[in-house]
């Protein structure tokens, strides 16, 4: 589309004006009468024609300088584009620069907070190390220690065990004796020893007195300890009394032996042992009843197991090598 002016798009329908006279005398076309012609609108007479070549000169001249819509807009697209384009440089520019400066920045301060937390860590280590080096130390001397300590300890229990041993050796222990009220157990020791054909005298018997359950919930009657002059007479206790229950089989040793009046009761003798040994014969005995061996017995504070008549006696040391029995 062409912007050109009002004026010279209409130079060419201003026609010109004559006047009644010239008009006249114009001859008439293809006739030869003296009838006046009409000027028509539109028609133009060689002075329009030469005006309107004059026009049409003006105009080409004018168009050469005239700007169209479509090349304006190119233009100016242009412009912006080539605008913009400069305006996105800057901006990326800017921005790049921008971003280098504050991960230059970053970089530097995660340096610098790296480093000291490497030396942190480092002095951390080293004194890591050193604590684990005294702490070993510390270690290595409780470990001696300890040892030493072990080492003390069960020669300790040796002695405690041996000096309760020697302390029991002149003890008997005699169990289920029915318990009455004002009992004499002296007399009852007495008529036990015309039983067993034993001659004690007053003086060989330096105590008689029934001790504490180490069970209370246990319904069999306390104990009695029998203290004797020396281990000797102890054993010849025992001695009489096995030989006494071989003989009377049917009638073994009971309570009528001893002038308990009411239900007979059988009597059992026993060396007097250390609490430790009679849990571990205890268990021996439970032990022994599963895997059908056919004798336990406890001599001199130690326990023995006998398989049957011809196997030997094995000596129960502890609870691991009862533990170990097939």
Known sequence: MTLVMYKDNYIDKRLPWYCHKCTTNVPARRRNDATPIRNSFGKQSPISTAVTAGSSASKTSQDANTITFDRFSALLEAKLDQKLDSIRTTITQDITSAVVREMNSAIEKLKIEFTHT????????????????????????????????????????????????????????????????????????????????????????CSVRRVAKMNEASDRPRNILLTLSSERQRDNFISAYRRFNRSNGSNPLNSTHLGIQGDSKQIYLAEHMSPECKELHAATRKKAKSLSYKYVWAKYGRVYVRKNDVTPPLYIKDMDFLNSLV
């Not at 220690?145 to 069960?154: I, M, P, Q, T, W």
């Open 118 to 205: 490497t030396d942190f860590l480092a002095q951390e280590q080293v004194d890591l190390k050193k604590d684990i080096k005294e702490a070993n130390a510390r270690i290595k001397a409780i470990e001696s220690e300890n040892s030493a300590l072990k080492s003390d300890l069960l020669s300790s229990n040796r002695r405690l065990a041996a000096l309760e041993k020697t302390s029991r050796s002149h003890n008997l222990e005699i169990h289920c004796v029915p318990e009455k009220r004002a009992e004499n157990l002296l007399s009852q020791m007495k008529n036990m020893c015309d039983h067993l054909g034993i001659s004690v005298s007053d003086n060989e018997i």
